[in-house]
C-alpha cells in the first residue's frame, strides 16, 4: 500500500512550458485534491474532485488544469508555466469528501525560471 | 469561500512547557476542522481532528476546543518535547473544500 504518489519530486521550468504533475492513490479514496504550498501561506487549494469524471475549482486555479478519468490518478497541468507558480505543490486524497484525514503525497518542488 | 486565520506566526517554547495555537474560520458551513504537522522537508500529516458536534477531543498531550459560535477553534499541546518542533496548520472544511491556515512554526528550546 504506497499511499499518495507524486512524480517528479523536484522540477525546473523554463517560462511559457508546459508540464504535468503526476498523482496516484491506492486507497481507492473517492476525493482527490491539489494545493500549493509558498512561505508564509499556508496550503491553498487549487483544485480538487469527489469522483472519476468530477473536478472543480479550488481558491486559485488559475493557470492550472486538471481531469480525472480513473479513481487513482489526478493529474494536475501547467498550461504556460510563469515564476508565480514557482512553488511546492501537495496532491491529497481522503475517503468520501474533504470531511476526513487527507493523506497527502511527498510533494514536488517546482522552479519556474 | 472559507477563510481561515491562524496565530501566532511562530512560538518558542521551552521544553515540557505548553504550547497554544488559535485559529478562527469565517464559513458557518464549515463542520470539520483538523490540525496537520509538517516537520520540515516533509508532508503534512493529520495529528488530531473535531468535528462542529464536539467541544473538546483530546489525544494524549494534544488537544483541541472548538467554540462554533465565536467560530473559533484551538491546539493545545501539553509538556512539549523537541519532537513537538514544527510547522503546524490548522484547516477548516465544509465537506467539499478544504482550507488551510498560514501556519505557525513551533520552536521547543532544549
Known amino acids: 500500500n504506497a499511499g499518495v504518489t507524486q512524480t517528479p519530486k523536484f522540477q525546473v521550468l523554463k517560462t511559457g512550458q508546459s508540464m504535468t504533475l503526476q498523482c496516484a492513490q491506492d486507497?481507492?479514496?473517492?476525493?482527490m485534491s491539489w494545493y500549493r504550498q509558498d512561505p508564509g501561506m499556508g496550503l491553498r487549494l487549487i483544485h480538487y474532485?469527489?469522483?472519476?469524471?468530477?473536478?472543480d475549482q479550488g481558491e486559485v486555479p488559475n493557470g492550472y488544469n486538471v481531469s480525472r478519468s480513473t479513481t487513482e490518478d489526478f493529474p494536475l497541468r501547467l498550461l504556460s508555466a510563469a515564476p508565480s507558480q514557482t512553488s511546492v505543490y501537495f496532491c491529497a486524497s481522503s475517503y468520501g469528501d474533504s470531511n476526513t484525514e487527507a493523506f497527502f503525497g511527498q510533494g514536488t518542488r517546482l522552479t519556474v525560471v | 469561500g472559507e477563510n481561515v486565520e491562524q496565530h501566532p506566526s511562530t512560538l518558542s517554547v521551552q521544553e515540557g512547557d505548553s504550547a497554544v495555537i488559535k485559529c478562527t474560520y469565517s464559513d458557518s458551513a464549515s463542520n470539520y476542522f483538523p490540525w496537520y504537522k509538517q516537520e520540515l522537508g516533509k508532508r503534512p500529516q493529520l495529528i488530531i481532528d473535531i468535528r462542529s458536534n464536539v467541544g473538546e477531543k483530546k489525544d494524549q498531550r494534544i488537544a483541541v476546543t472548538l467554540n462554533k459560535t465565536a467560530k473559533h477553534f484551538s491546539l493545545h499541546i501539553t509538556e512539549t518535547q523537541p519532537e513537538d518542533s514544527a510547522v503546524y496548520f490548522c484547516a477548516g472544511s465544509n465537506d467539499y473544500k478544504l482550507s488551510f491556515g498560514a501556519g505557525t512554526t513551533v520552536t521547543v528550546r532544549a
Open positions: 474532485s469527489v469522483g472519476a469524471g468530477i473536478t
Open positions: 486507497m481507492n479514496h473517492e476525493y
